[in-house]
């Protein structure tokens, strides 16, 4: 299964560039949570389903948000049930896709292209009742995983600036707000006439920094040069951060919660929240990787 990659996500950020301002769009309130669900065959499963949205929902820590990798083999029903049982508590539900081989032009494993799954989310949201609608389209597409990103980075860069402009395209009209995953380092690389942590604003409606620190220090020091970056060019472009949970990335005691607590987490991102709030109004809220992950940390 399709997995976020973390361990390119060490690098030191950079300065931050003076950038113009264009106009603002509409942000979102912040301390909100998210989670990324990999695993979405769960939702075929009643049982998981209902220990999901138990977990979601606990008073000790709520989400309101579910990236979801979307299924086309499972069809629309457990899709249909399960958006509508995340509305009724409270939880939406946003479309997670992406490849990193969509960079080059292929697919990973015989995986779904580009347009098959814009395709795919165009005909579920005409098919799905108005309480079992997707709530945004969430972009993970990483060209700087794969093997030949130094050397062709121009290139890559500018293939992933056409494939979220390709995206919106088919999310405007659905009125589907786009986000997408960079790394915090991204404001080290160039991108048209500015960086890439600033440079795809024009086309996403909010953005995710995989700020992957373990500790509420280290990643509100990695966290603060990308708020101010994409303030500097519309204060009002959502800024989300996130944490990881995986222990499966190289450097887990660096940038994972891995083999740490579940208190522990939470005790840093209600810092990390508060931190970050006070030093961008732009600020949504901090995204978990991944509900899998989050499950194996102990309280």
């Known amino acids: 299964m399709k997995m976020h990659w973390c361990t390119p996500l060490l690098a030191l950020a950079a300065p931050v560039l003076s950038l113009p301002f264009k106009a603002p769009r509409t942000a979102t309130a912040s301390s909100e949570r998210a989670i990324w669900l990999w695993n979405s065959d769960i939702i075929q499963d009643d049982s998981e389903v209902q220990t999901f949205l138990s977990k979601m929902t606990s008073s000790d820590h709520p989400f309101q948000t579910v990236l979801a990798l979307i299924d086309r083999d499972m069809g629309n029903a457990p899709w249909e049930s399960f958006i509508k049982k995340c509305n009724a508590v409270g939880l939406k539900v946003e479309a997670l896709m992406g490849d990193k081989q969509w960079i080059v032009g292929g697919t990973s494993e015989d995986g779904p292209t580009l347009e098959h799954e814009l395709n795919w989310i165009k005909k579920y949201q005409a098919s799905a009742s108005s309480d079992a609608k997707l709530a945004g389209i969430h972009l993970d597409v990483e060209p700087w995983a794969l093997d030949g990103f130094d050397s062709n980075k121009a290139e890559y860069v500018s293939s992933l600036v056409s494939i979220v402009s390709q995206v919106k395209e088919v999310a405007q009209p659905l009125n589907l707000p786009l986000g997408a995953d960079l790394p915090f380092w991204a404001n080290t690389v160039e991108c048209e006439d500015s960086t890439l942590d600033t440079c795809l604003l024009n086309n996403l409606d909010y953005v995710t920094f995989m700020t992957y620190r373990n500790t509420a220090k280290s990643l509100i020091g990695i966290a603060d040069p990308v708020l ?46 508060t931190s970050a709030t006070k030093s961008a109004g732009n600020f949504a809220g901090v995204a978990v990787h991944s509900y899998k992950d989050f499950l194996a940390l102990s309280s």
């Open 228 to 273: 101010k970056a994409v303030k500097a060019v519309d204060s009002s472009i959502p800024v989300w951060l996130s944490v990881e949970t995986s222990s499966e990335c190289s450097d887990v005691s660096l940038i994972s919660y891995a083999g740490k607590t579940l208190d522990n987490m939470l005790g840093d991102l209600k810092t990390i929240t």
